[in-house]
């Protein structure tokens, strides 16, 4: 099987953020000290080895250890608990849960409850990679942990609460834990988590910790924010994704926790497009309060929707059509790479962008940095991606 690293590019961020790449590459995939596997065909009473898996990742996860890779092969895991990773990597080793197919291995939760999580995570230094995730209840993946990264997954379909709470949910909630850090969200889907506009539920992704990576990613047709940094949120990347038809608006920025403030982070590259409520002009990038200082909002288009500007000075900012090749409302089904005449190419910062697409290929490409998900001149790679 291939070997999946992490590499990311120049990130030209003041303050820890700027570690993300030499942290991520303790993600590198060395030699494994043990693979494990899981079929949905498999028995919780095999070795869990290729030729006798096991069923469950559950089972999986209970014998995992620092360098461990558990390889799940497609199929569909319905569950009726959530699933709770809590064993740690070590910088150099992390522990890998890696659908074998992307998307192929299919996680579906049915707990009967409307607050419910699918897959719980408390340890640190562990890679979550490929899966597909949905649910009845409010959350895909929940971490607690530092030093996590979650990288082409597909996250959707929960429908959450039909009463509005504080308890909102989220597809990827990537950094809930406000002492956690250095967590990563890389190329994935996450759509249809409550319903756009009922109220401030369903964020797509949502980090509530420092130092964490956000690229690359597609976030759409949620309840409340494509993407939402909150709490503890300070010093972020978030780079290069595309976020469009959310109910409340596109990207949120701030922090609330004691002395926190939304300090020293790049917004940069981003396609944010038609995030609206009850058909009006919704936000493209809003500022929910915490702001402090040392941010940059670089080079990002947004169309269809505005800045609010209070604390937010944002440069190369691109107010115009993105031309996607075939814009159905539906990433699932549409085309959202760009026409050849689209102002998101080569119109993009080297400033916190990854060195790598949507699809694995390589930027820059073609003369310069893309702005969105996508490197329109770029080749895409094989799964799982040599990231």
């Given amino acids: 099987m291939k070997k999946i690293s992490l590499k990311f590019g120049p990130v030209a961020v003041v303050g820890k953020a700027l570690t993300m790449v030499a942290l991520l590459a303790g993600c590198a995939i060395m030699a494994s000290a043990t693979d494990y596997y899981v079929s949905s065909t498999g028995s919780d009473s095999n070795p869990g080895t290729s030729a006798a898996p096991f069923k469950t990742i559950q089972k999986a996860a209970g014998v995992a250890t620092a360098g461990s890779t558990v390889h799940v092969l497609p199929g569909t895991y319905n569950t009726t608990s959530t699933i709770t990773t809590s064993r740690s990597g070590t910088d150099a080793a992390h522990i890998r849960f890696l659908s074998t197919v992307q998307w192929g291995a299919k996680i579906v939760s049915k707990m009967g409850k409307t607050t419910s999580t699918t897959w719980s995570n408390t340890g640190s230094y562990v890679d979550f990679v490929g899966f597909d995730l949905t649910g009845d209840g409010n959350e895909g993946f929940l971490n607690y942990g530092s030093y996590v990264s979650f990288i ?51 964020q797509g992704i949502y980090v509530a910790n420092p130092y964490a990576t956000v690229s690359n990613n597609v976030s759409y047709h949620n309840g409340a924010y494509g993407l939402c940094f909150w709490h503890a949120a ?85 107010a115009a059509d993105p031309q996607f090749v075939s814009p159905t409302g539906n990433f699932m089904t549409g085309n959202y790479h760009v026409k050849s005449t689209s ?24 003369g310069g940095w893309d702005i969105g998900a996508y490197q329109n001149s770029s080749t895409a790679a094989q799964w799982p991606y040599e990231m």
């Fill in 152 to 202: 082409g997954n597909h996250v959707h379909n929960y429908p959450g609460s039909s009463v509005c709470g504080s308890n909102t949910g989220a597809g990827i909630n990537a950094g809930t834990s406000y002492t956690g850090h250095n967590n990563s969200v890389i190329g994935n889907v996450v759509h249809d988590i409550g319903t756009p506009a009922k109220c401030n539920f369903g």
């Fill in 234 to 318: 300070t010093e972020e990347v978030i780079s290069s994704n595309l976020v469009f038809g959310n109910g409340l608006g596109g990207i949120w920025v701030g922090a609330s926790y004691g002395s926190v403030s939304f300090s020293y982070s790049t917004i940069s590259n981003n396609i944010i497009v038609s995030n609206q409520a009850s058909g009006v002009s919704g936000y493209g990038i809003r500022n929910g309060g915490g702001m402090g200082t040392h941010n940059q909002f670089l080079n990002n288009i947004i169309y269809g929707n505005v800045i609010e500007t209070s604390g937010i000075t944002a440069t190369g900012t691109i």
């Fill in 343 to 366: 102002p998101a190419i080569n119109k993009g910062t080297s400033i916190g962008a990854p060195t790598i697409d949507f699809d694995g290929g390589l930027r820059p490409s073609g």
